[in-house]
């Protein structure tokens, strides 16, 4: 996400404020801020956190932002009182962790060691350890979708699925269940599913029946090849296609059950130099098909998955 | 642990009286505008969607956010919780300029 918003009266003035996830892991720091700036950096200054900004509401205007860095890329983050002390939490999700010892995405939690009117955020906690991550999370709220009286985690991820991670603990201490999934995205490029990538999830009950539903934004880039081709080029086009996706097929192969971050420098040599021959053998054929046919479209859109009870 | 967040209150002010057992999910259907078209953010996409009253009028109006000069977009609800209707929509402004969460 570039801007993902989250409306909450943060520091209890009785105004409304923003807050948002980021995307860049470059963040620059504060600056020409009017209002306070939400810490996210330990003791001796050192920026501990995912990036969030944060747009302080006064007097019905909002002053401008304050930027607070940094570790991971494309965050997203959701305020709840996690620990029921009165004050606000933060729920964050990642889609890239630039610590690579912490796997695909992750969903953390910042206390609030400081109060319901000056917040100060704890390093992040994850919690999903011991869970193997197998997929990129892009957004997390926490919900209490069982109704059991704990707060479980949904997620949204690279991919458009939609997850719960039950609580399986106590008030005390949770323990999060692996996860289920609500909704399977796509599961690659292709657009299997209307709704596309990336998924930014908020709950609430859209309809009012009572059910709780999840509001979903997403990214998509749309293949428009189609749209503009010209009867005289579709057979040119046919035959570069079908070598296009011979390409895509064997590329997918050669990555299929691999952590790239996971492996060590020379497994990453020879799989890049894997990759490069198959680029080099497919380019007369991927080269000429890019820049002669190949056209997109991107988009955002919102979504509404309803809940239901069978 | 309970949810307490303002955000959560405007969703409490929208359903009072949800309940969440474990619901399962229907698949979606897409927010349109007043005219039929698709409420979208445009190029390079990334919506990301809040529903909460943001003008004060206790009704909630979807706010969302996109990649494209990370900008915001407020989009009022003139129509009622339940039965939202989207017309047009206003960038967020902060410090007397649109905001923007750049993502560069």
Same mark, same amino acid.
């Given at each position: 996400?570039?801007? *993902?918003?989250?409306?909450?009266?943060?520091?209890?003035?009785?105004?409304? @404020?923003?807050?948002?996830?980021?995307?860049?892991?470059?963040?620059?720091?504060?600056?020409?801020?009017?209002?306070?700036?939400?810490?996210?950096? @330990?003791?001796?200054?050192?920026?501990? +956190?995912?990036?969030?900004?944060?747009?302080?509401?006064?007097?019905?205007?909002?002053?401008?932002?304050?930027?607070?860095?940094?570790?991971?890329?494309?965050?997203?983050?959701?305020?709840?009182?996690?620990?029921?002390?009165?004050?606000?939490?933060?729920?964050? *999700?990642?889609?890239?962790?630039?610590?690579?010892?912490? &796997?695909?995405?992750?969903?953390?939690?910042?206390? $609030?060691?400081?109060?319901?009117?000056?917040?100060?955020? *704890?390093?992040?906690? $994850?919690?999903?350890?011991?869970?193997?991550?197998?997929?990129?999370?892009?957004?997390?709220?926490?919900?209490?979708? @069982?109704?059991?009286?704990?707060? @479980?985690?949904?997620?949204?991820?690279?991919?458009?699925?939609?997850?719960? =991670?039950?609580?399986?603990?106590?008030?005390?201490?949770?323990?999060?269940?692996?996860?289920?999934?609500?909704?399977?995205?796509?599961?690659?490029?292709?657009?299997?599913?209307?709704?596309?990538?990336?998924?930014?999830? =908020?709950?609430?009950?859209?309809?009012?029946?009572?059910?709780?539903?999840?509001?979903?934004?997403?990214?998509?880039?749309?293949?428009?090849?189609?749209? =503009?081709?010209?009867?005289?080029?579709?057979?040119?086009?046919?035959?570069?296609?079908?070598?296009?996706?011979?390409?895509?097929?064997?590329? +997918?192969? !050669?990555?299929? &059950?691999? $952590?790239?971050?996971?492996?060590?420098?020379?497994?990453?040599?020879?799989?890049?130099?894997?990759?490069?021959?198959?680029?080099?053998?497919?380019?007369?054929?991927?080269?000429?098909?890019?820049?002669?046919?190949?056209?997109?479209? +991107?988009?955002?859109?919102?979504?509404?998955?309803?809940?239901?009870?069978? | 642990?309970?949810?307490?967040?303002?955000?959560?209150?405007?969703? !409490?002010?929208?359903?009072?009286?949800?309940?969440?057992?474990?619901?399962?999910?229907?698949?979606?259907?897409?927010?349109?505008?007043?005219? &039929?078209?698709? !409420?979208?953010?445009?190029?390079?996409?990334?919506?990301?969607?809040?529903?909460?009253?943001?003008?004060?009028?206790?009704?909630?109006?979807?706010?969302?956010?996109?990649?494209?000069? &990370?900008?915001?977009?407020?989009?009022?609800?003139?129509?009622?919780?339940?039965?939202?209707?989207?017309?047009?929509?206003?960038?967020?402004?902060?410090?007397?300029?649109?905001?923007?969460?750049?993502?560069?």
């Amino acid at each position: 996400m570039g801007f *993902a918003p989250q409306l909450v009266d943060i520091n209890g003035d009785g105004l409304k @404020d923003i807050i948002s996830g980021s995307y860049c892991g470059d963040a620059p720091q504060p600056e020409g801020h009017t209002g306070h700036i939400v810490p996210v950096k @330990d003791e001796n200054g050192k920026p501990v +956190s995912e990036i969030f900004a944060y747009y302080r509401q006064i007097d019905g205007t909002y002053a401008d932002r304050v930027h607070v860095a940094i570790s991971h890329i494309h965050s997203a983050c959701s305020p709840v009182d996690w620990d029921g002390d009165g004050d606000f939490d933060l729920i964050t *999700a990642a889609r890239i962790v630039l610590d690579k010892s912490s &796997g695909l995405g992750l969903i953390n939690l910042m206390e $609030n060691i400081g109060s319901r009117t000056e917040p100060r955020f *704890a390093r992040p906690m $994850n919690l999903l350890e011991g869970l193997e991550i197998k997929t990129a999370i892009t957004s997390a709220e926490a919900f209490d979708w @069982d109704g059991d009286g704990l707060l @479980d985690l949904l997620a949204g991820t690279e991919w458009g699925d939609i997850l719960w =991670f039950r609580n399986e603990g106590t008030a005390e201490a949770c323990r999060f269940a692996e996860p289920t999934v609500l909704k399977e995205g796509s599961k690659s490029s292709k657009a299997e599913k209307p709704w596309g990538n990336r998924l930014a999830i =908020f709950v609430t009950d859209w309809d009012g029946d009572g059910v709780y539903d999840i509001i979903t934004g997403d990214a998509r880039t749309e293949d428009i090849t189609e749209k =503009f081709l010209k009867e005289e080029d579709r057979p040119e086009y046919e035959q570069l296609k079908a070598k296009v996706d011979e390409y895509s097929s064997k590329v +997918s192969a !050669l990555y299929e &059950g691999k $952590n790239y971050r996971r492996m060590n420098a020379k497994e990453r040599a020879e799989l890049t130099k894997a990759a490069q021959k198959i680029r080099e053998e497919y380019r007369p054929y991927t080269t000429p098909y890019y820049r002669k046919f190949y056209k997109t479209r +991107s988009h955002g859109y919102v979504w509404i998955f309803r809940g239901i009870r069978e | 642990m309970k949810r307490t967040s303002l955000t959560v209150a405007a969703l !409490l002010l929208v359903a009072a009286t949800a309940t969440a057992q474990s619901p399962q999910l229907a698949d979606p259907f897409q927010v349109k505008m007043a005219d &039929g078209s698709p !409420l979208e953010v445009g190029e390079i996409g990334h919506s990301a969607p809040v529903y909460a009253d943001f003008d004060g009028d206790e009704i909630p109006d979807l706010i969302v956010g996109e990649f494209k000069h &990370g900008a915001c977009r407020i989009y009022k609800n003139y129509g009622t919780a339940h039965n939202p209707v989207f017309k047009d929509f206003k960038f967020f402004v902060a410090g007397g300029k649109q905001a923007t969460i750049p993502p560069d």
